[in-house]
């Protein structure tokens, strides 16, 4: 019964890895479709969109299941609750992404953001990259320490997020407040991509150690 637990286990963090590469990778597609006028771009991370969604409800199925047949307890039902969890901050990477993709081809032919704002959301998807592959890294193989490091990354995410809003808001804006709003926006989807993959990373320092990392932990350190 224990083997069949194990695999069990082993096939939600499979599951749960390939939730995460594919948040990734919708990402990666909609700042192309962001930063390129790129219409197959957009599109792809829609359609892809689907696929993340079967990927959250496999999850559920699978926790489900496990939970019927095994009745674990302590440790191991915690372990099944906090993949749900992480599956629900992945899936929801991924909407964020579907919503960066939906603004670019709203926008399309024309590109969706001002020459102002090319370099801050370059490097907002780039920090957006990293974040992500190191959420699928500490899925597949757990580490307290590597998921720490989300914190700090996610603090680069904010600045950026600052950065955007001081042009936003200067007064030499030129593009009106439509684009502005725009702006805003698309920065409010990364900045909240990040924060989902922090939440996955505290689950995973929980799991491992015990201790629930918050906003006020993190400030104390």
């Known amino acids: 019964m224990r083997v069949e637990f194990q695999a069990d286990l082993r096939e939600v963090s499979r599951l749960l890895v390939e939730l995460a590469e594919g948040a990734r990778v919708a990402m990666r597609r909609a700042t192309t479709?962001?930063?390129a006028a790129d219409r197959a771009a957009g599109e792809a991370v829609i359609e892809q969109d689907a696929d993340l969604d079967?990927?959250?409800?496999q999850v559920e199925e699978k926790v489900a299941d496990i939970?019927?047949?095994q009745a674990p307890v302590a440790s191991?039902?915690?372990l099944l609750i906090t993949a749900l969890h992480i599956a629900a901050d992945l899936e929801r990477m991924g909407d964020l992404a579907d919503h960066v993709a939906k603004t670019a081809l709203r926008r399309h032919p024309s590109p969706a953001v001002p020459a102002e704002l090319r370099g801050v959301f370059k490097e907002m998807a780039n920090v957006a990259d990293a974040i992500a592959g190191k959420v699928a890294t500490v899925l597949a193989e757990p580490d307290a320490k590597l998921a720490?490091?989300?914190e700090s990354d996610d603090d680069v995410m904010d600045n950026l997020h600052r950065e955007l809003f001081k042009v936003l808001l200067g007064d030499d804006w030129p593009y009106g407040a439509e684009?502005?709003?725009d702006g805003a926006l698309l920065g409010r989807f990364y900045e909240r991509f990040a924060d989902h993959a922090v939440n996955?990373?505290?689950r995973v320092i929980?799991?491992?150690t015990g201790e629930t990392v918050t906003d006020e932990t993190v400030a104390g350190d």
């Not at 079967?54 to 409800?57: A, N, P, T, V």
């Open 148 to 150: 720490a490091e989300l």
């Open 76 to 78: 191991d039902l915690r």
């Open 54 to 57: 079967d990927l959250y409800r």
């Open 200 to 202: 996955s990373g505290r």
């Open 206 to 208: 929980y799991l491992l």
């Open 33 to 35: 479709a962001l930063l």
């Open 179 to 181: 684009t502005a709003i």
């Open 67 to 69: 939970l019927a047949r």
